[in-house]
Each structure stands twice: as C-alpha cells, then as structure tokens.
C-alpha cells in the first residue's frame, strides 16, 4: 500500500456521531428522533445482555482488562462485575502488567476496586486451575492488549463478552460483542448499561457510591475531563452524578506525581521535535514501572502551542521477565485524525500479522518486543547505540506519515 499521509488519514478518519451505530445518516432527521432512536438501540443492546447473563447463571468469569488498566478499563469492569453478581455470576477482575499511573493506584486503594494481578511469569499463576471458570469477559479492550488473553484462549476458556470502545480489532471472537469506536469511553457505555435497569445504584451501598465515582473519574478521563465529551457521555455523567461521592474524586485526582515521572515528562519536553504540528519525543530507558509516565508525558507535550498530536516512546524494561519493549503513546486533539489507523500505518505488523498497537479516538499506543536485541546491558556505550537505533527507526517510520516529503533521516 502507498504509505499515507496525516491529510489522507484526515480523509479516511469518520469520527461520525454516535448516532451512526443506529445506521441513520446524520442531518435527516430531528435531533430528538436520534435520541430515541439512540435510546431503543440501547434497550436493544440491555436486553441482549440480560439474556447472555441470565443464560450463564451461576458461573465464575474472569473479566480481563489491558495489561495496563486506565481508569476507564477499571471502572467500567467493576460496574460489569456488579451487574453480573445480580444473575449469580461471580467475576474475578485481572490485570497482567502493572498499575504505573498514581491516579489509577489512589483509585484502586480509595474506593476499593476488587482488582487483581496476574503476572504470566508468576508461579502463582501458572498454578491457577483455570478449570474453575467458565468464561471471560474482555472490557474497554479486544484481547489484543492482554497478555493473559493467548493462555485463557489455550485452556479452552470461551470469551463470553467483549465490551469496548476501540476500534473493531479482528480475530477474537466472543459470544457477545458490544464494540462502539465512535463512544468515547466504555465507562459510557456501562453507565447506559445501569441506566437501563441492568442494576440499580443506590445511594446507602457504599460499594455502588465508590463504583459510580470510578466511573466518573473513567468516564471524564477518556474523554479528556469531557472537554471531548459528546452528549452520551455528558448523560452518563448526568447520571451518576446522582450516586458519586465528589470529594473522594477530588481525592483521587490529587495525586501527586512521582519524580522518575516528572524525570520522564523532563526528557520529553528536552528531547522532543515538532514537524507539521506533530510532536515526537523519544525518552530513552526506562522501568517497568515507571511506564505510565509515556501516555503521561504525550498528555503533557500535546498541550504545547501550534501541537495537535504528541507521540513519546521509550524502551521499557520489564525486570520480572528481563525483557524490554518499545512502548509509545500517542495523544492528538485533532478530531479528524484517527490514531488506531495512524498507528497501524506508521508500524505495521509482525510476522504473524498482529500490529504492534492501535488506539481509539484522540489516543493511541504501541508496543514493539525488541526481539534479539532485548535485554539489559551494563555497558553505557552499548545501551547509547542500542537507543539511538531504536529511535532513529522509530522517528523514521513516523515522520513517513507525518512528513512524508523529508522523511528519512540523515546520520550525523
Ligand atoms: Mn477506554
């Protein structure tokens, strides 16, 4: 395929409203015939969901998040959890990687968010008998951003749901699929999921005024504190609005950031470059731990004057498994630019054919193993070389599609 340019991605993009999940064009009818065309597709969708759990009666899930779980990812399993505990299904919420963001730790241990970690290295958990489960559930991603995912798949453990707001990624099947990319947040979509009687909040439950706060936090997280917010999630706030507690939100957001992360968001700001509004920053090496401070950084550089996009990488070092990756995020506030496309464009896949990332609207993020060249080295002149190919390379593929007229960059 001819490589593309941000101005044809602009034209491929459909950031469409989302109403087009109803499958009526936009501009022929009266708002108000949207809404409720709107409102019977989700009674639609509640209804389906009802049955699915109802026929699953009595079964223990596991709900899988992305292996680094956003607010979005962790409010909205939680929400599923709850409603499913109503049909007698007990879910076990995991994550495989790490929580690096404060935000999302302060939200774990505030409100108490039932979450749990299985590391895939671990004994503990290769000694789990997944014998117990009957099914999982995938939410707020589609299994490609798992690593729990391939081993629930080799013990036989059939995909119940996937509920998600990313891009439609292909190859995993579930029996029921609830996938809307033109839906800022899942966090939306689960709410609609209550509003329309799946389970009832109320006010005297502790656990529901705490799910509902993480809901929010989730809900105005992905859409950028609703700057981005559409109506659908504006009602979904509304509605929470009802049963969250806004001072333990407050709480939560107050968390401070810690110094390796301010040393990350230091080199981004150092090291990046801007070319046509985009900006590219690589930050070097940094720990497994530490790894939110990427999407963070791209958070913080995408606000710069004259900026629509931010991509910052870095190679990650995952000391349990002593592998590295390169991990990249990529922000934009540029509707019309689509990151899951910009993303898959810009590297491809790999001999299997997966890509190495993808992304939603207004974010997006990539991983790339470093294969032969993974592992860490002392030596202080080999890490320098062993970085500036990677960077060198990545910054090469970006600028194919962000430059495209001067892409290839010249040693020096
Ligand atoms: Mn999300």
């Given amino acids: ?55 699953h009666q009595g079964e223990s899930q596991l709900v899988i998040l992305q292996d680094f779980p956003d607010p979005d990812a962790l409010s909205s399993a939680w929400a599923y959890q ?12 995991l994550y495989a990687g790490t ?77 029921y699929t609830d996938v809307r990319p033109n839906t800022r947040a899942t966090a939306t979509i689960m709410t609609q999921y209550l509003q329309a009687g799946l389970l009832e909040f109320d006010n005297n439950i502790s656990e529901h005024v705490n799910c509902a706060t993480a809901l929010m936090h989730g809900l105005r997280s992905d859409t950028n504190y609703l700057r981005q917010a559409q109506e659908e999630d504006f009602l979904a706030a509304a509605y929470l609005s009802r049963f969250y507690d806004s001072q333990l ?45 990427i999407p963070q950084a791209a958070d913080f550089l995408v606000t710069e004057d004259n900026v629509h996009t931010a991509v910052v990488y870095g190679i990650v070092h995952d000391e349990d498994e002593d592998l590295e990756l390169v991990v990249g995020s990529l922000r934009t506030t540029k509707l019309t630019l689509d990151p899951d496309e910009f993303i898959k464009e810009a590297f491809g896949q790999d001999t299997q054919g997966r890509f190495f990332g993808g992304g939603r609207s207004l974010a997006g993020g990539f991983e790339i193993p470093m294969g032969f060249l993974s592992g860490l080295n002392e030596n202080s002149e080999y890490a320098k070389l062993k970085w500036s190919v990677y960077d060198t390379q990545i910054k090469q593929k970006l600028l194919r599609l962000v430059n495209p007229e001067n892409s290839v960059i010249t040693s020096h």
């Fill in 1 to 55: 395929m001819v490589s593309t340019s941000l101005q044809s991605v602009d034209l491929k993009s459909d950031l469409c409203s989302p109403n087009m999940n109803t499958g009526e064009k936009r501009g022929s009818r009266s708002a108000n015939t949207l809404t409720s065309l709107n409102g019977r597709a989700q009674e639609q969708r509640a209804e389906t969901l009802k049955v699915l759990l109802e026929r």
């Fill in 82 to 93: 709850l409603i499913a505990e109503q049909y007698d299904i007990q879910c076990e919420i």
């Fill in 99 to 175: 929580l690096s963001h404060q935000e999302n730790i302060a939200l774990v241990k505030l409100t108490n968010l039932p979450v749990q970690r299985w590391a895939c290295q671990s004994p503990k958990t290769k000694e789990k008998d997944l014998s117990s489960y009957q099914g999982c559930v995938l939410i707020d991603n589609q299994g490609t951003t798992s690593q729990l995912v391939p081993i629930l798949k080799a013990a036989g453990i059939p995909i119940t749901a996937i509920i998600d707001h990313h891009s439609l990624q292909e190859g995993t099947e579930a029996e």
């Fill in 249 to 293: 939100l407050n709480t939560v957001l107050q968390s401070s950031r810690s110094k390796q992360v301010m040393d990350v968001i230091e080199s981004a700001l150092k090291n990046r470059s801007v070319y046509n509004n985009v900006t590219i920053a690589g930050v070097g090496f940094l720990r497994y731990d530490n790894r939110d401070a």
